[in-house]
């Protein structure tokens, strides 16, 4: 029996927080349309935005994931020039994306220390 793989795990929890992101995001384009009253571009930008979210979520286990990812963060946290409440969105994601590097950084550090319970006999 091979011992279970923890960067799977956490390709996993990060694939399917992109699509939790990629939903609220979609979501926000009825913010767009009904409350701040933008239309064209604005839309488009964020509906591709929430396209991109999608695809990353699929990026993960190639080494330019992690990057494309807190590429679409970014821009996502620039959405206050369009509207607050997808700024907001932003921030709140943002700080789940915060801990899920810090989680990445401590798994990588556990495994060379060989204290992840998988690495024991």
């Keep these: 029996m091979t011992a279970p793989d923890p960067w799977k795990g956490l390709r996993g929890v990060m694939a399917g927080t992109m699509v939790l ?3 609220v995001t979609g979501l ?15 839309v488009a930008a964020v509906g591709v935005l929430a396209v991109l979210m999608v695809v990353s979520s ?14 679409l963060q970014v821009l996502t946290l620039a959405g206050f020039v369009l509207s607050v409440p997808l ?3 932003g921030v709140l994601f943002g700080l789940v994306w915060a801990y ?5 950084r401590d798994v990588a550090r556990r495994i060379a220390e060989g204290s992840l ?5």
């Design 117 to 121: 319970p998988s690495q024991q006999q």
């Design 87 to 89: 700024g907001v969105v």
């Design 28 to 42: 926000a384009l009825f913010v767009l349309g009904r409350v701040d009253h933008l239309s064209g571009w604005p």
């Design 58 to 71: 699929g990026c993960f286990r190639f080494s330019w994931g992690i990057p494309f990812a807190i590429v």
């Design 100 to 104: 899920l590097l810090w989680l990445r």
């Design 21 to 23: 992101e990629a939903i």
